[in-house]
């Protein structure tokens, strides 16, 4: 598969990110947490043969320096919006409409490269990848010339089919579990996750038995 794709990951401040899966770690670790699941997306979108170029918004300089370190490019989150807006500038503007662009999201710490590859190589048009529940979503692409038009946010699969992108239907489980809760994160340990997100868990003592994504 040619590298064609340039991949978006939009990623909060550390101290802001995942209130919904406070309690998961030691308070002390969340932003840890957080962390390692970011890096582990990050080390798998890199690894496949789709991703020519991953840019990270951010203006965490702590997500920053560790995503610049396994490969991806640094983009300041000039809009300092929402989540949308992070992802329409990294596309649109920073990208550029003349190329292919797929914005995710940034906790997949199951993700397999293989799946992110399969799900790219089977976007036609503007598409999107529906999280685990079916209401969410967890990857948006667009086609050169076409704007991304992104809508995530509560109810963004059925926002993101309304808006005319097609939904991929392939069975990639790692790409389509996100984690916003803790039992989120025991469904990804039982996918297996990447080696970030297991050392960490590992580190603090807990009993778990994930096996590194590849």
Do not use: Y
């Amino acid at each position: 598969m040619v590298r064609d794709w340039t991949a978006i990951i939009p990623v909060k401040r550390l101290s802001a990110a995942k209130t919904r899966l406070r309690g998961a770690v030691p308070a002390a670790r969340h932003a840890d947490l957080a962390l390692a699941m970011v890096r582990d997306t990050v080390s798998a979108v890199l690894a496949g043969s789709a991703v020519a170029e991953l840019l990270v918004v951010t203006d965490d300089p702590v997500v920053a320096a560790a995503v610049t370190v396994l490969g991806a490019t640094v983009v300041p989150d000039r809009p300092g919006a929402d989540l949308n807006a992070a992802m329409r500038f990294g596309a649109d503007e920073v990208a550029g409409l003349g190329r292919f662009r797929a914005v995710l999201a940034g906790d997949l710490p199951a993700l397999r490269p293989e799946q992110l590859d399969a799900a790219l190589g089977a976007a036609t048009g503007r598409s999107f990848v529906a999280d685990a529940a079916g209401t969410g979503t967890v990857l948006l692409a667009a086609p050169p010339g076409e704007p991304l038009d992104p809508r995530f946010g509560l109810g963004s699969a059925v926002a993101h089919a309304t808006s005319g992108a097609t939904p991929l239907t392939g069975d990639w489980p790692g790409l389509r579990q996100d984690v916003d809760t803790p039992a989120d994160l025991a469904l990804v340990l039982a996918l297996g996750a990447g080696r970030h997100t297991c050392a960490l868990l590992r580190d603090l003592g807990l009993a778990v038995s994930c096996v590194p994504a590849a």
